[in-house]
């Protein structure tokens, strides 16, 4: 596996989501000039354009609510697919399209690690823990179960596809949270999930608490899936998202996180989830988003070019 590949993985999934506009994130990553970003850096960038769902249906679940249900679960399958086997070739980057597709990109490098003999931890960065069941969404919008049905919760047998290798809750991390349900909060409340919500940043900075999760993932020789929602961001830098909720984390914070991040050598598999160009500005969270993903992948924040919007 070499971590100086990065696999481009367009995922224009919207099935999660009644807000259109997701499916048209992939295009955007491109357009903001992520491939020849990241090749500026030395790296070697692989666009296998954008994956489809497989074909197939579903039961009907019955939570009235919920729509969009094979849709996702197709999205799943394929999502999952592509996550194991592009995990064992390079860092696959997946370009999003809604939170939903993080049930498959989770579960894939799940199994990749377990191949491997090596946990997976996942970094979970969101205004929102996404840890509804099908029983427990009100909403009935798929975006908000990936990390339930990643993590095992029950629910999800005959209406998502079964997991390989669950991931142990123990082994996530939500750093962000500023939005949560009840029915979210009292699964954080019994999971075993590290949760850090904005107040525990204000408190004690992004730096101390990443540095603390990173260290428990080297210690476990983990690999680290970084799940990276628009929605992290405060809407006054990135509003091209369809979840804003005020409070978000600074370009600053975020710019350190992905330095960290790199610094670390841990990260194995990326998502860049809940960008909506309909919404946004003359591109600029597209170009946001397109940097913190440079910075991860090695760029400094002082070898950024300027911008102009």
């Known amino acids: 596996?070499?971590?100086?590949?990065?696999?481009?993985i367009g995922a224009p999934v919207q099935a999660g989501t009644r807000r259109l506009g997701c499916d048209m994130g992939p295009s955007a990553y491109r357009a903001a000039g992520l491939g020849p970003v990241l090749a500026a850096l030395?790296?070697?960038?692989?666009?296998?354009?954008n994956l489809a769902p497989v074909a197939g249906g579903g039961p009907v679940?019955?939570?009235p609510a919920i729509h969009g249900l094979p849709e996702v679960a197709a999205?799943?399958?394929?999502?999952?697919?592509?996550?194991d086997e592009a995990g064992a070739e390079g860092v696959p980057i997946f370009l999003g399209g809604d939170h939903s597709l993080s049930a498959g990109t989770v579960s894939g490098m799940a199994l990749r690690a377990a191949r491997e003999g090596r946990p997976l931890f996942v970094l979970w960065l969101d205004a929102h823990p996404d840890l509804h069941t099908l029983d427990t969404t009100t909403s009935g919008n798929l975006h908000g179960v990936p990390m339930a049905y990643a993590t095992g919760a029950p629910g999800f047998a005959g209406y998502l596809p079964p997991l390989g290798a669950p991931v142990d809750p123990h082994h996530v991390c939500m750093i962000g949270l500023r939005s949560v349900d009840?029915?979210?909060?009292?699964?954080l409340g019994t999971a075993g999930i590290r949760v850090h919500d904005m107040r525990a940043i204000d408190e004690n900075g992004i730096g101390v608490l990443l540095a603390d999760f990173l260290d428990r993932v080297r210690r476990a020789d983990g690999l680290l899936h970084v799940s990276l929602d628009v929605d992290f961001l405060d809407p006054?830098?990135?509003p091209g998202v369809g979840t804003t909720v005020p409070g978000g984390a600074t370009f600053r914070e975020a710019h350190l996180a992905m330095e960290?991040?790199?610094?670390?050598?841990?990260?194995?598999s990326l998502d860049l989830v809940e960008l909506n160009p309909f919404l946004d500005e003359r591109g600029r969270t597209?170009?946001?988003?397109?940097d913190l993903a440079a910075s991860l992948m090695g760029r400094r924040v002082l070898d950024r070019p300027t911008r102009s919007f």
């Open 1 to 8: 596996m070499d971590t100086r590949r990065c696999i481009l």
């Open 286 to 290: 597209a170009l946001l988003m397109t």
């Open 61 to 63: 679940h019955p939570n």
């Open 75 to 83: 999205w799943t399958i394929a999502l999952a697919r592509a996550a």
């Open 236 to 238: 006054g830098i990135a």
């Open 42 to 49: 030395g790296l070697t960038v692989e666009d296998r354009g």
């Open 260 to 268: 960290m991040l790199h610094d670390s050598g841990l990260v194995r």
């Open 182 to 187: 009840p029915a979210e909060r009292a699964a």
